[in-house]
């Protein structure tokens, strides 16, 4: 998925020496030192104005060459390995510190409900017109009801078996990108890219064709273009994120993103918490001046979004908001799929969360019109 944030994704190269233990190496310190003391011994007998021709590898001190060059390699590796996992702590401990002054930030805050529309309220033009307002004015809005809870279960299960499918391909080298997006603090939490086909295709159209006359209303029409397609997993122990846009600020809204709860999302499951009005100019100004970390912006009233199995939040991309810390021994699934307002530049449309194979390919339309090929029973 596009970060949800700005945090820095590592290389793959770097990801890769992440990766990789020294100790097996380190354990042969010793005696490789001694053969490349010899080496250095014999190299100092060399006349200072000879110039250096390396010696063939069948002379004396050939392979002693080769050894002083592997652990100067060696070395060089175990060097960068050390600085990429202190670049790694240094960065977690910022983001951590972050975290903590937001937190004390919004501790005055008022903590204000998000009103959900039910879905079968939904039957007007009129009714339509007045939930979507929600999303210029706030930036955000809820609809509940929006999966059918036997979709919602099998849709959990599904994203359960595939999450512990793709972590054991994985194993214990980097997660592999085709599967899973950027996220903010990635300690037990994934951005799982869904395929679309079986349950996760049926799910998607359910919510699209429910939510058909809103999502019309708030992507600039049926040509939204499918941009992000995946599920967020955040499994107990998780730790809060730091409060972010998805879209850093633009004048007009460029992306529409829906979250979906597989499973009453409570309190102290980490639920989002977003900031109603925040996807404003002034808003994000503010933000930044503060160094992210104060303002009025943190100061202002703030929503959690608890949820009931189907319900949904959908929000601006530019609103701030985060992820919580989950402190209960349930996991957090939410299911989530994102539109590109039409006629709008998405910044994020070559790095956001959805299989490669899908980017660009489906509007609005195409998932409003094509038959669901596979329903839930």
Same mark, same amino acid.
């Given at each position: 998925?596009?970060?949800?944030?700005?945090?820095?994704?590592?290389?793959?190269?770097?990801?890769?020496?992440?990766?990789?233990?020294?100790?097996?190496?380190?354990?042969?310190?010793?005696?490789?030192?001694?053969?490349?003391?010899?080496?250095?011994?014999?190299?100092?007998?060399?006349?200072?104005?000879?110039?250096?021709?390396?010696?063939?590898?069948?002379?004396?001190?050939?392979?002693?060459?080769?050894?002083?060059?592997?652990?100067?390699?060696?070395?060089?590796?175990?060097?960068?390995?050390?600085?990429?996992?202190?670049?790694?702590?240094?960065?977690?401990?910022?983001?951590?510190?972050?975290?903590?002054?937001?937190?004390?930030?919004?501790?005055?805050?008022?903590?204000?409900?998000?009103?959900?529309?039910?879905?079968?309220?939904?039957?007007?033009?009129?009714?339509?017109?007045?939930?979507?307002?929600?999303?210029?004015?706030?930036?955000?809005?809820?609809?509940?009801?929006?999966?059918?809870?036997?979709?919602?279960?099998?849709?959990?299960?599904?994203?359960?078996?595939?999450?512990?499918?793709?972590?054991?391909?994985?194993?214990?080298?980097?997660?592999?990108?085709?599967?899973?997006?950027?996220?903010?603090?990635?300690?037990?939490?994934?951005?799982?890219?869904?395929?679309?086909?079986?349950? %996760?295709?049926? =799910?998607?159209? #359910? +919510?699209?064709?429910?939510? $058909? *006359?809103? /999502?019309?209303?708030?992507?600039?029409?049926? &040509?939204?273009?499918?941009?992000?397609?995946?599920?967020?997993?955040?499994?107990?122990?998780?730790?809060?994120?730091?409060?972010?846009?998805?879209?850093?600020?633009?004048?007009?809204?460029?992306?529409?993103?829906?979250?979906?709860?597989?499973?009453?999302?409570?309190?102290?499951?980490?639920?989002?918490?977003?900031?109603?009005?925040?996807?404003?100019?002034? %808003?994000?100004? =503010?933000?930044? #001046? +503060?160094?992210?970390?104060? $303002? *009025?912006? /943190?100061?202002?009233?703030?929503?959690?979004? &608890?949820?009931?199995?189907?319900?949904?939040?959908?929000?601006?991309?530019?609103?701030?908001?985060?992820?919580?810390?989950?402190?209960?021994?349930?996991?957090?699934?939410?299911?989530?799929?994102?539109?590109?307002?039409?006629?709008?530049?998405?910044?994020?449309?070559?790095?956001?969360?959805?299989?490669?194979?899908?980017?660009?390919?489906?509007?609005?339309?195409?998932?409003?019109?094509?038959?669901?090929?596979?329903?839930?029973?």
């Amino acid at each position: 998925m596009r970060c949800r944030g700005d945090e820095e994704k590592l290389s793959d190269v770097q990801s890769a020496w992440l990766d990789v233990s020294p100790l097996p190496f380190l354990a042969t310190l010793p005696a490789v030192s001694a053969s490349a003391a010899n080496a250095m011994d014999a190299a100092d007998n060399l006349s200072a104005t000879t110039t250096y021709v390396p010696s063939a590898m069948d002379a004396g001190d050939g392979w002693a060459q080769f050894v002083v060059l592997m652990v100067t390699a060696l070395c060089g590796l175990v060097g960068m390995k050390v600085s990429f996992d202190g670049e790694q702590t240094a960065s977690q401990d910022a983001i951590s510190e972050r975290v903590a002054k937001q937190v004390a930030a919004m501790e005055t805050a008022e903590t204000i409900p998000v009103i959900g529309v039910p879905l079968g309220d939904l039957k007007d033009r009129l009714a339509v017109s007045g939930t979507a307002s929600s999303l210029d004015t706030d930036g955000l809005l809820r609809i509940d009801g929006v999966l059918s809870p036997d979709t919602a279960k099998a849709l959990l299960a599904e994203v359960n078996a595939t999450l512990e499918r793709e972590l054991a391909r994985a194993g214990k080298g980097s997660l592999p990108s085709d599967s899973f997006g950027n996220v903010y603090c990635k300690g037990n939490r994934y951005d799982l890219k869904l395929p679309l086909r079986g349950v %996760a295709e049926a =799910a998607l159209r #359910e +919510a699209v064709l429910n939510m $058909g *006359p809103v /999502l019309e209303k708030v992507a600039g029409g049926n &040509t939204a273009k499918l941009c992000e397609f995946a599920a967020l997993v955040s499994d107990p122990g998780s730790t809060r994120q730091p409060v972010h846009p998805d879209t850093n600020y633009r004048r007009d809204r460029c992306v529409v993103t829906t979250f979906v709860a597989l499973q009453d999302v409570e309190s102290d499951m980490g639920p989002t918490v977003f900031i109603p009005g925040s996807h404003t100019a002034r %808003a994000h100004l =503010a933000f930044k #001046e +503060a160094n992210e970390v104060g $303002g *009025p912006a /943190l100061a202002a009233p703030n929503c959690v979004a &608890t949820l009931r199995t189907g319900d949904v939040s959908m929000f601006d991309s530019r609103l701030l908001h985060c992820g919580g810390g989950n402190s209960s021994n349930k996991r957090r699934v939410l299911f989530y799929f994102s539109f590109e307002v039409s006629g709008k530049e998405n910044p994020n449309s070559g790095f956001s969360s959805i299989r490669d194979e899908l980017r660009g390919t489906l509007t609005l339309q195409d998932l409003r019109n094509q038959p669901i090929v596979e329903t839930v029973s």
